[in-house]
């Protein structure tokens, strides 16, 4: 289906104005400090990942960012308008919200439901029923919700925010209850807004969904965000190992060890595996196990190389 947002002019976006913008900004309730000094830009166009441990701060973030939590200290900017000014309350109805947990009304249909939120949006009714469309409902549209399964209930919850042709999309934890075709289709959703300039700002704890789907990350710990970039400048931030599968016969693979101890590199991890060896290694050190694996010729049965997971890297992260 084709979206009626316009795609993105350039005039915003890297070396403009961006899309969010987060300066200093706390949230404490007492001595608690639920977001503690955060500074954070994501560019107009950007699909931004946000992630940490339950209490690390995320859902506080983004209710300040709705504008539904007061700021403690600091600055937010929206789509180049703060969420303490006067106009937010026009900026808002550019923005889309999906929360967590979506709350709706058993007794009505889900183009009846749609209805309800484009005109608590201001947002033309016309979008209700080719909305419901996009999120694969179009088949369920004048059931009563007390019959949809969680599944259609969170495409549901998506669809409101789709409403009203958002500029930015807040989504927490989107893909609760769906099944992996589901999954699929709303991450298709997404890169086409972002074709568009649509900027997204998505939270979830499911981190294998999110490792390519996502241009940029941040990781929060205690209120703080303790680490920004891409995937691959989050390993290289953490200096996260790399993993070589070696395909070796069993004789090869005794005189392939020898050699490598011979490297004598630092933290090196060398098994014997059923199909030859596996080497963890230091990434600074990739390079020199690699001119080695390249002098093996016809020895070398096969090779795979394996990056740390999203994951991985996490948990390096929360415990640094």
């Known amino acids: 289906m084709t979206s009626t947002i316009p795609a993105n002019d350039g005039t915003s976006g890297k070396g403009g104005s961006p899309a969010i913008e987060l300066r200093g900004l706390s949230k404490h309730y007492g001595a608690i400090h639920a977001v503690d000094g955060v500074d954070l830009r994501v ?48 900026t808002r109805r550019r923005l889309g919200y999906l929360p967590e947990n979506v709350v709706l009304y058993d007794n009505l249909s889900g183009l009846e439901t749609l209805r309800f939120f484009a005109k608590l949006k201001g947002a033309d009714l016309r979008q209700c029923a080719p909305t419901l469309e996009r999120v694969g409902l179009a088949h369920a549209g004048t059931r009563p919700l007390r019959e949809y399964s969680k599944g259609m209930r969170q495409r549901l919850g998506f669809a409101q925010a789709l409403l009203g042709e958002p500029r930015v999309l807040f989504l927490d934890e989107p893909s609760n209850g769906l099944d992996p075709q589901a999954i699929r289709d709303f991450y298709s959703v997404l890169q086409d807004l972002k074709a568009k300039g649509v900027t997204v700002l998505i939270t979830s704890h499911i981190l294998a969904e999110l490792q390519e789907r996502v241009d940029r990350l941040a990781i929060m710990v205690a209120g703080r965000i303790q680490a920004l970039g891409t995937v691959q400048e989050l390993r290289e931030q953490q200096r996260a190992p790399l993993r070589i599968e070696l395909g070796l016969s069993e004789l090869d693979a005794v005189l392939v060890r020898q050699e490598i101890g011979q490297l004598a590199i630092d933290a090196l991890d060398c098994r014997r595996t059923p199909q030859g060896l596996s080497l963890t290694c230091p990434r600074e050190s990739k390079m020199a196990l690699l001119g080695l694996v390249g002098g093996l010729g016809k020895r070398l049965l096969d090779l795979s190389l394996h990056e740390s997971s999203l994951e991985d890297v996490f948990f390096g992260v929360g415990q640094s």
């Open 43 to 90: 560019e107009a166009g950007e699909i931004f990942g946000l992630i940490g441990h339950n209490g690390a701060g995320k859902s506080t973030l983004f209710k300040m960012m709705l504008g539904l939590t007061p700021l403690s200290n600091g600055e937010i900017l929206i789509d180049g308008g703060s969420v303490r000014g006067s106009g937010f309350r026009a």
